[in-house]
């Protein structure tokens, strides 16, 4: 039940400290260190080698939430692991498919592992894969929250994100367990291919172990401003997200929670696309949120944002910098912990999530069950 919460959606953002540590116990294997890094990964997923090892390519067919989750771990998958990843949208790729390459791991993700064109893109993949001869690699690795679904059966092996039953249509806990699974892949396939220093794991795996404690400090110190920042918003009708890198899905992720439960149009951004068009959607009415966390493109989205300023925009900025330049940029801090640019994404999303949930609440709107969507797509 709601436990106290007023809306299962709240109840679910309240989770994920909780989701975060059960899937480093799952999948961290606690006694590693830098001095075993020789002997041993620091990720246990249980991949057997025919799926992960001769990878050189690697396609992502996903739906909504779990799109914008997929194109994080394309960044990772990228980044730490060195494997060049797509990312399409299985309705799309359904009917417009890429030509195949050699040795590609294909992945779908999904939390309810039932969403009819993600099931229905997979199993094309599947067939057209297995008519051809080998090295076209057929092997398929769900990403999912239930593993009793039907994708679960139809692939070769599936990575439970276990984030627990989810209620609300707005997908939360589930979306940080499916960024979760793929931070343990990238680091698991990065080790295999020998693609990462003994330093920068331990790092990494030092700066996982982190998370849950960093979102419940976002979480207790940040929703009560997050609440009354809500409530300036009631009349607003366009928002727009901006983030870069890493952080450009969560301006989408950002977006699409705002749309899906207050039917506030809102678009998200890459924060350099903003001047080739965007822009001229500003004004003081308008608001602007832009995710700056430090790392390699902190300054430019600084800079992205302060022209959104200069067409009167008012500006919230999701960062960990308490500085001058940021008072000066921003109207409205949400502060987050510091964290590896890396592992941002974890933790840039958490005010977002409460933002979208305090702007549909304060509207009085039905958060849990918003109108024209279902929980789970099973229709084309
Ligand atoms: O169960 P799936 O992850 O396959 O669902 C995909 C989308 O329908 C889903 O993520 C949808 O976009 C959510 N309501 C977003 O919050």
């Known amino acids: 039940e709601k436990q106290g919460f007023r809306h299962f959606m709240l109840k679910e953002i309240y989770e994920q400290p909780s989701v975060v540590r059960s899937c480093l116990e799952t999948y961290l294997d606690a006694s590693w260190s830098k001095e075993k ?144 699974g793929f931070y343990c892949l990238a680091i698991d396939l990065a080790y295999r291919r020998q693609h990462l220093s003994a330093d920068k794991l331990e790092s990494l795996v030092k700066g996982l172990r982190e998370l849950p404690n960093q979102i419940e400090l976002i979480l207790s110190q940040q929703e009560k401003q997050i609440e009354e920042l809500a409530h300036e918003f009631i009349d607003t009708q366009d928002f727009i997200f901006l983030g870069r890198g890493i952080n450009f899905p969560i301006a989408l992720e950002g977006a699409l929670k705002l749309k899906e439960i207050s039917y506030i149009h809102a678009e998200g951004y890459p924060a350099g696309e903003m001047k080739h068009g965007p822009i001229a959607l500003l004004d003081a009415k308008v608001p602007v949120v832009a995710i700056a966390m430090p790392g390699d493109v902190h300054d430019k989205v600084l800079s992205n944002a302060q022209e959104a300023k200069a067409r009167d925009a008012r500006l919230i900025g999701v960062t960990p910098t308490d500085d001058n330049e940021a008072r000066a940029t921003f109207n409205d801090l949400l502060f987050v912990p510091h964290v590896d640019e890396l592992l941002s994404p974890i933790i840039s999303v958490i005010p977002l999530q409460l933002l979208a949930y305090h702007i549909a609440a304060r509207r009085g709107l039905d958060v849990d069950q918003p109108r024209n969507l279902a929980k789970s797509v099973t229709v084309e």
């Open 37 to 180: 890094a020789e002997e041993k990964s620091p990720i246990n997923l249980g991949l057997a080698g025919e799926l992960c090892d001769n990878v050189d390519y690697i396609q992502i067919v996903a739906c909504g939430t779990s799109w914008n989750a997929s194109m994080v771990g394309k960044y990772l998958l990228e980044q730490l692991a060195g494997i060049p990843t797509m990312v399409q949208y299985a309705s799309e790729f359904r009917y417009s498919p890429a030509p195949m390459l050699r040795n590609t791991l294909t992945i779908g993700v999904t939390q309810s592992g039932e969403t009819a064109d993600t099931l229905a893109a997979l199993e094309m993949e599947k067939q057209r894969r297995m008519a051809l001869e080998s090295p076209y690699n057929a092997q398929i690795l769900g990403i999912t929250n239930r593993p009793e679904s039907t994708l679960a059966h139809m692939v070769d092996r599936i990575i439970n994100t276990q984030a627990g039953i989810e209620i609300g249509v707005a997908a939360t806990k589930s979306f940080i367990a499916q960024l979760m």
